[in-house]
């Protein structure tokens, strides 16, 4: 994506995420948590936290319905928190041993038992902060956003679930793939959701921003993926677990030739930037590449829809700045 555009938006998020996951880190390391290899593994984790997004948009839903985010820290330390969760996790399904901002990940530098109790560990946390963050809310509100928020979070592990049981299965396709990025998306849904109820917002809006939640959430899946093939260390890690990135998986599929000249790249022991840059092109050119892009393009088309329902022109810009930035620099080279 062009640097002025992503460098704006990072910072816009990173500015608004920053209460929110200070007091997260804070919570975290209050906790005795024993042994000192977790301990030091949660530690660790702090120092290197970039879960900025999630956090800044749910200041975005907050505000975009007249709401204060600086009124609902507890609430955003309970989101970064819950993320966190599912990042841990993440790794450990997807055996990332370095984060894409090149450190080792938990997972990658502790282990995987400790890792997956930091990330149970979060877990707990996260929703009991969350609790707590609503008791100020209406018995019906309080049980309905819960049940929202959980409803939501099991999409999204019902997702990791299909996806797995895919991979080990070989037969994943174009269309259960688009059903599996439609239920990752029921996170950012869950937090886009509870900042505008933390916002106060009407009814209408929260729905509004709840299904853009969900688009932005789809499109942030369908991104990532993509742009796993740009990262050559990403790409490496991938190769080495034999967990290729889905897209370039297609790509494979495409016709013999191009299966071929992929698999020769794929065999090399250490991948070049030239290497990268061919598989980058096999990957955006492949028609089923096409068809994923095509459905980005209309889901920014129904966000951008909806967002003109939003009275909040000022916020309206901003997020569909988030819409549009999806599609940046996915073009061949």
Known sequence: MPPKKAKLMVAELNKRSKKGLCLAGQILLS??????????????????????????????????????????????AAIAILAAAFDIHDDILDKSKMSKYEVPTVYGKFGIDIALLLGDACLIEGFKILVDSLSNFSEEKRALALQSTKDLLFKVGNAHSLEICSKQKGNTTL?????????????????FMLGAVFGGGPAAD????????????????????????????????????????LPLLFALEENNKTNVAIQNILSKKKLSTSDVDELVNFTILAKSTTKLKYKMQLLIEEGSTLLNRLSNKKLQRKLQAVLTVMLEDLQPS
């Open 31 to 76: 906790e005795k948590m024993e042994p000192p290899k977790l301990r030091k593994a949660c530690e660790y984790y702090v120092a290197n936290w970039h879960g900025f997004y999630h956090v800044g948009l749910f200041s975005m839903a907050c505000e975009a319905v007249g709401g204060n985010p600086d009124d609902s820290l507890q609430a955003q």
């Open 175 to 191: 269309r259960s793939y688009l059903k599996i990025t439609e239920l990752k998306g029921a996170s950012m849904e869950a937090f």
């Open 206 to 245: 929260i729905a509004i921003l709840t299904r853009i939640g969900r688009i932005i959430g789809i499109l942030v899946a369908l991104r990532d993926d993509i742009v796993d093939v740009f990262d050559i260390n990403e790409l490496g890690q991938r190769i080495a677990v034999q967990d290729l990135p």
